[in-house]
C-alpha cells in the first residue's frame, strides 16, 4: 500500500488530515507482516504470551530498548512478587503488563489502550492499532 493510499484511507475512514508521529511507520510493518509493538505516550497495556521465557524477554525488551515500565507475570512468579506486579499494574504504577495467561483477562483499568497477543495474527494487531488510532486521533 502507497504512502498515498494509507494517508487517503486515513482521511476517508477516520476523518483525520494526517498521522501522528510513528503512526504511518508502525501500519507499513504490520502491513509488511513484521512485528510490531507501538506505545501511546499515556496510558497502559497489556502482553499476553504463550511462555513464560517470551514474557521475561519481551519485558526486558521493553524497559531495556524502549525506556517503559514493564515487568513480566507468570505462573512461576513468587506468589507474593505476582500480588505485588498486579497492584502496581492496577494503580498505575505499572505501565505494560508482559504476561502469560496466568494474569487473567478481566482486568478493569480504565486507561488500557492495548491488549495484544504476542505471535497473534497481523489481523489481531491492526485491529488493535486502527482502535488505538481512531480513539487517539
Known amino acids: ?17 494526517a498521522f501522528r508521529p510513528g503512526q504511518q511507520a508502525a501500519i507499513e510493518c504490520i502491513l509488511a507482516h513484521r512485528d510490531t ?3 501511546m505516550p499515556t496510558g497502559a497495556g497489556i502482553i499476553y ?15 531495556e530498548i524502549m525506556g517503559l515500565k514493564a515487568k513480566h507475570y ?17 494503580t498505575g504504577d505499572l505501565q505494560i503488563m508482559v504476561a502469560t495467561n496466568a494474569f487473567g483477562m478481566g482486568i478493569d483499568r480504565p486507561d488500557v489502550r492495548f491488549v495484544l497477543q ?16 481512531h480513539s487517539t486521533g
Open 37 to 39: 509493538l507501538v506505545v
Open 49 to 63: 504470551t504463550g511462555t513464560r521465557r517470551d514474557a521475561e524477554e519481551v519485558a526486558e525488551f521493553i524497559r
Open 1 to 17: 500500500m502507497s504512502t498515498a493510499d494509507l494517508q487517503l484511507a486515513l482521511r476517508n475512514h477516520f476523518g483525520f488530515p
Open 118 to 133: 504476542r505471535g497473534g495474527a497481523a489481523s489481531l494487531v491492526m485491529l488493535t492499532l486502527t482502535k488505538t488510532i
Open 74 to 90: 507468570h505462573g512461576l512468579v513468587d506468589s507474593d512478587l505476582r500480588n505485588r506486579i498486579q497492584d502496581e499494574f492496577m
